[in-house]
């Protein structure tokens, strides 16, 4: 039933971070990025991060972040921007879709974090 | 770097409906059943599909729709409804994350979609 080769990329990994296991799912869409980075196999507060179209310093781009389900708290706009930023400027500024469900939100763990997503590579 | 067996367990797959080629991709996470419907690559409208806790009759489920992202047409509740409430229900009432891009949104597209769906099952 499946096809051999898929036409919908999608790479997943799952490594420990400071003893934490994630799981990274990385899924390419022509009009979005689609990522999950999940601590607890949940999908997690669902997170838009798109490239800020009113900035009008192009040398240094802003992206608005927008809870679409779940806990709305100014820490997850934090990380969503800092993890999937590099992303979207990557994939030709397409916006990102963000599942996040993390346990360790420190800086040391998001730096860990956007390893694994450059190792799930899908645009 | 990829795990030889994937914890997050996802499918996806490709067939024509009504001559148009349609991408389905269904993913599991312990709280939700994510499905994306394509026929134009893209992620398209996203939709959550729950189970109606203020429903009273135990025998008819009923399930709330809400887009999350795109636009707001009556439609699409419908279709969305339509093509997720049985895995839903199969899923052990599991709300459903749906990302729905048709050109065809015909009673025969979605009912040959919802074959495909299940050709894609992870619950």
């Given at each position: ?40 196999g ?21 992206f608005?972040?927008k ?33 996040l469900?993390l ?21």
């Open positions: 039933m499946s096809t051999p080769e898929p036409i919908i990329k999608s790479k997943q990994t799952e490594k420990d971070v400071n003893g934490i296991s994630t799981q990274v799912v990385c899924t390419e869409f022509s009009n979005y990025i689609f990522i999950v980075i999940t601590q607890f949940k999908i997690g507060t669902l997170i838009s991060v798109s490239p800020d179209s009113r900035a009008n310093d192009i040398t240094t781009p802003t608005a972040t809870v679409l389900l779940g806990k709305d708290e100014p820490l997850t706009h934090v990380c969503a921007k800092n993890l999937a930023s590099f992303v979207s400027q990557e994939a030709g500024n397409r916006p990102v879709l963000l599942g469900a346990k360790d939100s420190s800086i040391d763990a998001i730096k860990s974090i956007k390893e694994i997503i450059r190792s799930c590579q899908v645009w």
